[in-house]
């Protein structure tokens, strides 16, 4: 006799062999599910005497930058010939100290030598028709003056003959004719006398007009002939202060041109540093700031005193003058560690400088755990830094620890196993 199987339903049917493929596929749906969603934090065990681990503090901000400057003197002035030539005699030698006006060396140019020539000649001749022109001039002058005094005598006859004759006519004892010729003979004197006062005067004015333009020429010509002689003595290269002949650029026998940069002379009386700053700074950069060094184990002070404004390579470059005491046997190009100051000291949170900002850009950084087995990643923002201390300003609270040593090694794993 068959035995009738009852068809199981309910929570029954699901312990039937006929659901186990559904178990199996919703165990394998949730398997999938839980790889999907869970955090993929990846990990990395490294050797924990090999890190540097800092502790993140609480104090003072420092706010100022590390410079490496160079002694320079503060006052360099060009040596250039305001004359081009050729070098005939070099008399002081580089590295020199020199005076002002010490002749450093000495050109020849032939054509200047023959423009002087010239303008002598030229000279000479408008002196020698300056001189006529004067000569003949005064014998114009003499002679006019002559034939003036002669006129006047003839006046002087012509006037007695025609009064002589007028008063005889008058008591009807000559001619009218006789009375009328006089009388036109002593206005024709008259006429003339008046023509040579003209004339005398007309002379004198044109003989100053003249004698005026041709000295004022020559005036012109002496003055281009001091010019000239001023030239050559241009040719001569003087010290124009006092100081050191530095790189002194110049072969005998070598043609320089006018203007050619030749040498320099520094004055050693007074001294700047020279520093070159990165452009990350280069807007909190201002002339006025302070900066201290160390040298022969003292503290010295500058500030700076010039900022130019071309970045090249990354960098601009800035004179910082001297604040009170000079470091004794100071020397040009002596190089000076500078603390430049840009601006007051303020409470912050504390890392130490590290070689992890390489990789991170201050981005994030590794927080060692309480236990110190391990070190987790975590984004963090980082604000000013001096050569000591990064100012961290979110992310981090005094009392944790981080790794600042370098991160090359790490990749981008989210936790160190510290062994």
Do not use: C
């Not at 062999?17 to 955090?39: H, Q, R, Y």
């Not at 003499?142 to 006129?151: D, F, I, R």
């Not at 006519?169 to 006789?178: D, F, R, V």
């Not at 400088?353 to 990789?359: E, I, L, M, V, Y």
């Amino acid at each position: 006799m068959d035995k009738i199987i009852e068809k199981k339903t309910g929570w029954k049917a699901a312990f039937t062999k006929k659901a186990l493929p559904w178990w199996v596929g919703g165990g394998m749906a949730i398997l999938v599910a839980f790889l999907i969603l869970k955090p993929s934090r990846s990990t990395l065990r490294i050797n924990g005497e090999s890190i540097s681990i800092s502790e993140v503090k609480a104090g003072e901000f420092n706010d100022y930058i590390r410079l490496s400057g160079t002694v320079q003197p503060l006052i360099t002035v060009q040596i250039s010939p305001i004359e081009g030539g050729r070098v005939e005699a070099i008399l002081i030698e580089e590295g020199s100290m020199v005076k002002q006006g010490d002749e450093i060396l000495r050109l020849s140019n032939d054509n200047l030598e023959l423009q002087m020539l010239n303008s002598e000649a030229e000279l000479a001749e408008k002196e020698n028709i300056l001189r006529n022109t004067q000569i003949q001039m005064e014998q114009d002058r003499l002679n006019v003056k002559q034939s003036k005094a002669e006129y006047l005598l003839n006046v002087k006859r012509l006037k007695r003959n025609f009064e002589q004759q007028k008063t005889l006519y008058n008591e009807k004892l000559i001619a009218k004719e006789e009375y009328l010729k006089a009388k036109e003979d002593y206005d024709l004197a008259m006429d003339k006398l008046q023509i040579i006062k003209d004339k005398e005067v007309q002379d004198s004015l044109f003989r100053s007009t003249q004698v005026e333009r041709m000295q004022e020429s020559l005036e012109n010509m002496q003055l281009n002939m001091h010019m000239i002689r001023k030239r050559k003595d241009n040719l001569t290269i003087k010290a124009p202060i006092d100081g050191q002949l530095g790189i002194l650029d110049a072969v005998l026998g070598e043609n320089i041109g006018a203007g050619t940069k030749i040498g320099q002379i520094s004055d050693m009386s007074s001294y700047k540093i020279e520093a070159q700053i990165d452009e990350h700074y280069i807007d909190r950069v201002i002339p006025g700031l302070k900066a201290t060094f160390e040298r022969q184990e003292s503290t010295f002070g500058a500030s700076l005193r010039k900022v130019y404004p071309e970045v090249r390579e990354g960098k601009f470059k800035a004179d910082f003058k001297f604040e009170g005491e000079i470091p004794e046997n100071i020397r040009n190009g002596q190089t000076y560690y500078l603390n430049l100051q840009l601006g007051s000291p303020e409470s912050a949170v504390l890392i130490p400088r590290g070689s992890f900002f390489q990789k991170t850009g201050g981005k994030w950084i590794y927080v060692v755990s309480k236990d110190g087995k391990e070190a987790v990643k975590r984004e963090i923002r980082i604000g000013r830094q001096n050569p000591q201390f990064y100012e961290v300003l979110e992310g981090l609270e005094p009392g944790e620890k981080v790794i600042t040593s370098g991160y090359d090694n790490y990749g981008n794993n989210d936790i160190l196993i510290l062994k």
